[in-house]
Nanobody, 126 residues
Framework: QVQLVESGGGLVQAGGSLRLSCAPSGRPFNYGAMAWFRQAPGKGREFVSGINRSGANTDYADSVKGRFTISRDNAKSTVYLQMNSLKPEDTASYYC???????????????????WGQGTQVTVSS
């Protein structure tokens, strides 16, 4: 009934930018922490970035820090991931996640998140 929908993925050349967004499908919902994970073919799920409910606390994987920026608009129940200076290593399916339980912290483990989107593909060519 409550589901998340990602958008904004696509094919981009190295050095380019994409902006991902994630919002509930249907009625707006007030989540706690929200995050982005990614999974490349043959690899496990990797934490990319997260943001707490207020937006005051954020966290980034070392591999994306300085290039990606996470933000949220609680009035729209939407979280964004601005991805700049994209590299071929960023190629993956990106998943949005939302927690109903964690509010202040930014969990990096998937088990703390309750709702997930269907994923949006990001492909970066060299």
């Amino acid at each position: 009934q409550v589901q998340l929908v990602e958008s904004g993925g696509g094919l981009v050349q190295a050095g380019g930018s994409l902006r991902l967004s994630c919002a509930p499908s249907g009625r707006p919902f007030n989540y706690g922490a929200m995050a982005w994970f990614r999974q490349a073919p043959g690899k496990g799920r990797e934490f990319v970035s997260g943001i707490n409910r207020s937006g005051a606390n954020t966290d980034y994987a070392d591999s994306v820090k300085g290039r990606f920026t996470i933000s949220r608009d609680n009035a729209k129940s939407t979280v964004y991931l601005q991805m700049n200076s994209l590299k071929p290593e960023d190629t993956a399916s990106y998943y949005c996640a939302a927690s109903l339980r964690v509010f202040v912290e930014v969990p990096t483990q998937g088990r703390f998140y309750d709702y997930w989107g269907q994923g949006t593909q990001v492909t970066v060519s060299s």
